[in-house]
């Protein structure tokens, strides 16, 4: 049998959240398929919402959208940046999935009149879950939310403890991330809360074989003995991960650590030593950019909360590497954007302007205006999903003449509906994984720059969204001069638009940043910002400009 094979890392978290466990189980993939293992991951969340669908980007950040639509945490996002294993539904869930699951069997009688218990019907709910996914690659990473101690994470927790006994103690391992702060006051790194927090996952039958220590600065190696005394954890698996300036530098910091090593001696894996050169690779093109920086505006209303545009953050950062440039990402509040009478003072500066997806009618005159600067200025312009939807009533109001168009979402009373339900959505009460979702084909037009840019004329991309172009406005759209230049096969739905008269401009209604990859950037990322390094070239400088490029 195959779990008989397959080899898990358990990945847990101590102290406080926040400190990278996603990106140190992402890393850890990295390192493993560097070696030549295949792996995938399988990220565990603690709260009762069925999926991070409906949470507000206030407390979840991004919501990541995978090929088969699964609405979900922001770290399979990692997981597919960081190696190759493709995220679907079932690499993430939550305990409301798991109760959701259980209770409907309880209901359906499957449980043959036993008294349904959190031991052993929900710890087994989730062993069969993370089996079944595991099933068939060398080294399966789980990933558990939240942090050790959390009263919500104990059944997950029970469920690892029972994962490690009943695979062997050759075929699991257990991954502590902790945090090890410095304390001013007393000039000292301190140790304790790492012991408090091995602690608590003793005492819950699971004892770390690895800890993975969060630190600002250098970990001495007596700290490191310290640490490893107290936890039984040996000093070769005391893994400093001090702060790296890219995240793509991560695996390359860890197997200096020995991390990799460690994992593979432990799960007792035959394997070579892991080829890290494309990491390398990108690392030394991100620290120093051949020719130079292009400087980006992305008009949202989450300024204060990157989380909430972490793909898009990366895929920027991939069409630099693209490039050779580096990318300077300004956030720029939409709502704020509304008041501003001279856009040029705020707009000015910058070499592109980018608006992203986003819900609700907060801030969206600001984006218009945002889009109405950059087609009336010929600066490049990249709108996703929401962003096209507003590029599209930006132009219809604005060129076409329709005075009042705009987004049935924003105000269902719009005199000129030009974003619309989708049909499919009519009628559609619960707002829980309802979105049009996941991967579709979109058709492009011969010719246009959506095909220039892609090189072919079928694509797949991943779609999270509600409203569409209203096809009772296309031929008016398209006799003013805007392009419809992706359809779906069907011609139903528009994808993509792009304005042929300008230096770059296109609106994509999908979410391209879901599937940019450091080593593969995704080509309207990298296009874009091609086009905003050319305008930097040529774009008008103010005196004491801030955000010049170097070539
Ligand atoms: N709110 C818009 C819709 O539902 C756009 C969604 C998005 O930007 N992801 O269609």
Same mark, same amino acid.
């Given at each position: ?135 068939? *690659?060398? $080294?399966?990473? !789980?990933?558990?939310?939240?942090? &050790?101690?959390? /009263?919500?994470? %104990? #059944? ?76 039984? *954890?040996? $000093?070769?698996? !005391?893994?400093?991960?001090?702060? &790296?300036?890219? /995240?793509?530098? %991560? #695996? ?87 008041? &501003? ?211």
């Amino acid at each position: 049998m195959h779990t008989q094979r397959t080899k898990y890392v358990f990945v847990t978290g101590g102290v406080v959240s926040s400190i990278g466990k996603g990106l140190a189980a992402a890393s850890l993939g990295a390192l493993m398929e560097a070696r030549g293992l295949r792996v995938t991951h399988i990220k565990l969340d603690p709260y009762i919402n069925v999926d991070p669908g409906t949470m507000s980007p206030y407390q979840h950040g991004e919501v990541y959208v995978t090929d088969d639509g699964a609405e979900a945490d922001l770290d399979l996002g990692h997981y597919e940046r960081f190696t190759s294993a493709r995220m679907t539904r079932a690499n993430n869930f939550t305990t409301g999935r798991i109760y959701d699951a259980v209770i409907s069997k309880e209901r359906r009688g499957e449980y043959l009149g036993a008294t349904v218990q959190v031991i052993p019907h929900i710890t087994d709910e989730i062993k069969a879950r993370v089996r079944e996914v595991a099933a068939g *690659v060398d $080294v399966a990473i !789980v990933e558990i939310g939240g942090t &050790v101690g959390d /009263i919500e994470s %104990l #059944p997950f927790l029970e469920a690892v403890r029972q994962l490690r006994t009943e695979n062997g103690p050759q075929n699991t391992v257990s991954v502590h991330v902790t945090l090890v702060p410095w304390i001013g006051a007393a000039g000292e790194l301190k140790t304790k809360p790492t012991q408090h927090s091995v602690k608590e996952l003793l005492g819950l039958g699971i004892q770390p074989e690895i800890l993975i220590c969060r630190v600002d600065r250098e970990l001495p190696v007596d700290l490191k003995r310290k640490i490893a005394h107290f936890t039984n *954890v040996g $000093v070769e698996a !005391v893994i400093a991960a001090t702060d &790296v300036s890219c /995240i793509y530098e %991560l #695996p390359i910091k860890l197997h200096k650590e020995g991390l990799d090593q460690q994992l593979v001696e432990r799960l007792n894996i035959w394997s070579r030593q892991p080829d890290l050169s494309n990491w390398k690779r990108t690392v030394e093109r991100m620290r120093e950019p051949q020719k130079g920086t292009v400087s980006v505006a992305l008009i949202g209303k989450y300024v204060h909360l990157r989380d909430a545009y972490k793909s898009l953050h990366e895929s920027l950062v991939h069409g630099g590497l693209a490039n050779d440039l580096s990318v300077q990402l300004h956030y720029v509040d939409s709502e704020e954007l509304q008041r &501003v009478d001279d856009m040029e003072k705020v707009l000015g500066e910058y070499d592109a302007i980018l608006v992203p997806g986003g819900f609700g009618d907060r801030g969206l005159e600001g984006k218009i205006k945002a889009i109405r600067y950059a087609r009336e200025h010929n600066v490049p312009f990249f709108g996703i999903c929401l962003g096209m939807q507003m590029a599209v009533v930006e132009f219809a109001r604005h060129v076409c003449g329709l005075d009042g168009a705009g987004t049935v979402e924003a105000d269902p009373q719009t005199k000129h509906p030009l974003i619309h339900l989708m049909p499919g959505q009519r009628g559609i009460q619960d707002k829980g994984a309802t979105m049009r979702l996941g991967a579709y084909p979109c058709q492009l037009a011969e010719g246009s720059l959506a095909a220039r840019v892609y090189g072919t004329t079928l694509i797949s991309e991943r779609h999270r969204h509600r409203f569409e172009v209203n096809n009772e406005y296309r031929e008016t759209l398209e006799k003013n001069g805007l392009r419809l230049s992706g359809l779906s096969p069907d011609q139903l739905l528009v994808e993509m638009v792009e304005l042929p008269n300008h230096r770059y401009f296109i609106g994509c209604q999908f979410h391209p940043e879901f599937k940019s990859k450091p080593h593969a950037p995704h080509p309207l990322f990298t296009h874009f910002i091609h086009a905003a390094q050319e305008y930097s070239r040529v774009r008008p400088r103010k005196e004491g400009s801030t955000h010049a490029s170097l070539n």
